[in-house]
């Protein structure tokens, strides 16, 4: 790569936590066409590669920030009508000290040497394409948008690494299809490369990144002298084939022929480059069938749990439509609106013998690019079919239920990037139902400013939500909420204040997630953070806040909080953290009695925390945590322990085994409602003991870096025990229960919750995009009013349960059209 670094500064190691992206010059380069393509074997051929001068200069992100890295780096960079190729030469002192942990593509930093590539193809400083590779071959990408980082995106690239006694090289393959572009004849390009050196926890980049300020995309250098390439046809296919054999365990005897159940599915998704900025992204009769299992937990609370998408294609290229906080794809494919209702429509001497408790996704689409001038625009659409539920009668005969119309759901977004990293964003999400069922709609709008030197930054936004038709109301239901927030977002002293509004009809959760509106809520923060070393310790962070909140309608008080933490990084790379979270006054809780406005008075509270990690580096490390809640009126406390230690036993194998455990003594809430002869609702309380027990189990053995085993698996049990009930005032205090009320607190059972997973997963990417998985799955669901007190009694009574077993293999082929015509034409 041609370094060509007019007026570029060397970095003197000095840093006051004061410069920023605008005091500083910012690095280039200057690249050229190359007329060979190398050959990636990790060899870096002198009359391909050294064509150009190489990139050279690294300064240390992380520890010491701003000094030269320890060792040399030469990174050289070439193009021609069909990639973008980086060559690089990572000189090491010792190279029989470079580290090579195996791991499954994008699993991030393991316990290995990387290096890697930032392209910010439109030289915005906010997005950008990031190809990283590690000494032992393994890739991961990653698309960093506006501060946010995509994970979930692959992109097709090739690489080649290799080891030597001056150290190692990397050499990458990086096809325009593969990333986009603005077009234009001339191209100038953001760009940063990062080195980690793993045995002494270095990170450096090219072009430095003081971490002091905001942002990391804004820090990059450019290149420029990239001419002539255009977007090729970006057309990709990738259908998949895929089989399953279902086993569940019946206790029918009669029935045990039937337990197996298996089906042959095939489908495809394709990729098409509309144009050099924008890709649609359509899946046809999709198949997540191999989707990981969901954490399941016991939910006691007032609000809906959050459980993480694991599907790919809602996970993968969606930064855009979820950068509003509007969209949980979740929503799609899971309960039916009406399955909750089946039971009010049954009519004399009929029963529900099927009510599925998912919708079947018929097909989904997204378009998203970004143009030359910064326009983001993102439509998401997808479609689900109608879902009944079956009931029967005392003579057999059945008949179907609607629980889910055809159903439509649509997001639309623009994003205009603006100067200094900031942006302007509308959003809208849609949802349409047929057959007379409800629609909905949300509207919003989010901005961000900041000012030249990055150091203060404003952003604000509203959203309009609406629902046509829902609760039998034919007109619309309007709702709002908007949001306000000032910081000062780099320096060794940070601040911030934060105003969020949210009326009490405002509902985003037919394709958003919201666990309550209603609520106004103001929070102010200051955090004072020392980047470079002081005294025993590499970096040290402190902060305090205060949060005050209170209903939107009634205006009601609801508690002010405040806290305190810090977190120390010591030489030796082990980290330490602890906190404390006081509320003086009492908490006003409109939610827990399930019954607005009845409120629920808690008396104030007292928290601390405390955690300890260990350096990854070591062979055998672990994270430990403690936690400790208090509370005197009700003579309540809490505390739970988690320690997770983690074991590699070489570079192929390594064990991580996480375990918590919590108990909540007196742990007072909800636990039912009836009415009296006189039409009055009388709430009840139970003070329960909450014991809760998770172990998990995440497990690796790569054979190489295109292929592995994996396995993930968790037990999860917790008990609520009953000790006694109240009934709530209409104050919001606890009075004792009467003898009249205890037909009704004697139906109240006590809950011991069981949930086994276990994913056992082998893949074999055998080819750039193409994949081989292979995964048992093993699910094990039980809730008893019975409360186990030993942990193997519970065990032995939980896989006594019928049990759940998946076994599929999945074949998924990539077909480029561009790779195929050229094969085809030769």
Do not use: D
């Given at each position: 790569m041609g370094l060509c670094v007019g007026g570029a500064q060397a970095h003197s190691g000095k840093h006051d936590g004061t410069d920023t992206e605008s005091t500083k010059t910012s690095k280039t380069s200057k690249v050229i066409r190359t007329q060979a393509a190398p050959k990636l074997d990790g060899h870096l051929e002198p009359e391909v590669w050294q064509q150009v001068n190489p990139a050279r200069d690294f300064y240390r992100y992380d520890p010491l920030n701003g000094m030269p890295s320890s060792q040399k780096t030469e990174v050289y960079m070439l193009y021609d009508d069909e990639a973008i190729y980086i060559g690089a030469m990572l000189y090491d002192s010792a190279p029989d000290s470079i580290l090579t942990q195996l791991g499954q593509r994008d699993s991030g930093e393991n316990n290995a040497d990387l290096f890697g590539v930032y392209l910010d193809t439109y030289n915005d400083k906010q997005n950008a394409f990031a190809f990283l590779v590690s000494a032992a071959g393994v890739q991961t990408d990653i698309k960093h948008s506006q501060g946010r980082e995509d994970w979930n995106w692959d992109a097709v690239w090739e690489s080649s690494v290799r080891t030597h006694e001056q150290g190692w090289t990397v050499e990458m393959r990086i096809p325009y299809g593969a990333i986009r572009f603005p077009?234009?004849?001339?191209?100038?390009?953001?760009?940063?490369?990062?080195?980690?050196?793993?045995?002494n926890r270095e990170k450096s980049y090219w072009s430095h990144v003081d971490n002091s300020v905001s942002g990391l995309i804004n820090q990059a250098g450019r290149v420029i002298g990239i001419e002539g390439v255009k977007s090729p046809v970006r057309l990709q296919f990738m259908p998949y084939i895929s089989g399953y054999v279902n086993h569940y365990a019946s206790p029918d005897s009669e029935r045990k022929a039937k337990d197996f159940t298996h089906s042959v599915n095939g489908g495809m998704d394709v990729k098409y480059g509309i144009n050099d900025a924008f890709t649609l992204d359509v899946t046809l009769i999709p198949d997540f069938g191999q989707t990981r299992s969901d954490d399941q937990v016991l939910n006691l609370g007032p609000f809906e749990v959050k459980y993480n998408e694991n599907r790919q294609f809602f996970t993968e290229g969606t930064e855009l439509f979820n950068k509003a906080g509007l969209f949980y794809s979740r929503r799609i494919g899971s309960r039916p609106v009406g399955h909750g209702r089946v039971q009010d429509q049954l009519q004399e001497g009929e029963e529900i013998t099927r009510n599925p408790g998912e919708t079947q996704l018929l097909n989904a689409a997204k378009v998203s690019g970004r143009t030359r001038r910064g326009l983001g625009i993102g439509l998401f659409n997808a479609i689900t079919g109608n879902t009944h539920a079956t009931v029967q009668d005392s003579l057999g005969n059945t008949r179907q239920v609607l629980t889910n119309p055809f159903t439509n759901y649509n997001v639309f977004v623009l994003d205009q990037t603006l100067p200094r990293n900031s942006y302007v964003t509308f959003t809208n999400t849609n949802v349409t139902r047929a057959s007379g069922f409800y629609d909905a709609n949300v509207t919003g709008l989010s901005m961000r400013f900041a000012d030249k030197r990055n150091m203060y930054a404003l952003t604000t936004g509203g959203n309009l939500s609406q629902l046509y038709g829902k609760d039998g109301n034919d007109g619309v239901s309007l709702g709002h909420q908007y949001s306000l927030n000032l910081s000062k977002i780099s320096g060794n002293l940070r601040y911030g204040i934060n105003h969020n509004v949210e009326s009490d009809t405002y509902d985003i959760n037919d394709?958003?997630?919201l666990s309550n509106n209603n609520e106004i809520s103001t929070s102010a923060s200051v955090s004072y953070n020392f980047y470079q070393p002081v005294w025993k310790f590499l970096s040290w962070n402190n902060s305090i806040s205060v949060a005050h909140s209170r209903l939107y309608d009634p205006g009601k008080f609801i508690a002010l909080d405040m806290s305190a933490s810090s977190s120390v990084r010591f030489r030796n790379f082990n980290s330490l953290w602890g906190g404390v979270t006081v509320r003086p006054g009492e908490r006003y809780d409109y939610f827990e009695a399930r019954t607005f406005p009845q409120v629920f008075v808690q008396p104030p509270a007292f928290n601390t925390n405390i955690g300890y990690s260990t350096d990854y580096r070591k062979r055998f490390a672990y994270d430990a945590t403690a936690n400790y809640w208090a509370s005197r009126r009700y003579d309540q406390n809490s505390w739970s322990l988690n320690f997770s230690p983690r074991f590699r036993v070489n570079d192929k194998f390594s064990i991580i085994n996480g375990n918590s455990y919590s108990i909540d003594k007196r742990n007072i809430g909800y636990a039912s409602k009836y009415e009296d002869t006189q039409q009055q609702t009388h709430i009840l309380f139970g003070d329960r003991t909450r014991t809760t027990l998770s172990t998990t189990i995440t497990s690796a053995y790569i054979?190489?870096?295109?292929?592995?085993?994996?396995?993930?698996?968790?037990?999860?049990?917790?008990?609520?025990?009953?000790?006694?009930?109240?009934?709530?005032?209409?104050?919001g205090l606890l009075q004792p229960t009467t003898s009249e009320q205890e037909v009704y607190t004697s139906r109240i059972n006590d809950i011991n919750y069981n949930t086994f997973t276990l994913d056992l997963v082998y893949s074999w990417r055998f080819a750039p995009g193409s994949e081989l998985r292979v995964v048992w799955k093993n699910f094990v669901e039980d809730q008893a009013h019975k409360v186990e007190k030993r942990y193997f009694d519970n065990l032995s009574n939980t896989f006594a349960v019928p049990q759940h077993n998946n076994f599929s293999v999945k074949l998924l082929y990539f077909i480029d059209y561009v790779s195929l015509r050229n094969v085809l034409s030769a």
């Open positions: 077009e234009a004849e001339v191209q100038t390009w953001g760009v940063n490369y990062m080195r980690v050196i793993r045995r394709l958003g997630f054979f190489n870096e295109r292929s592995g085993l994996t396995l993930n698996m968790r037990h999860y049990w917790s008990r609520a025990a009953y000790k006694e009930f109240f009934e709530l005032t209409k104050q």
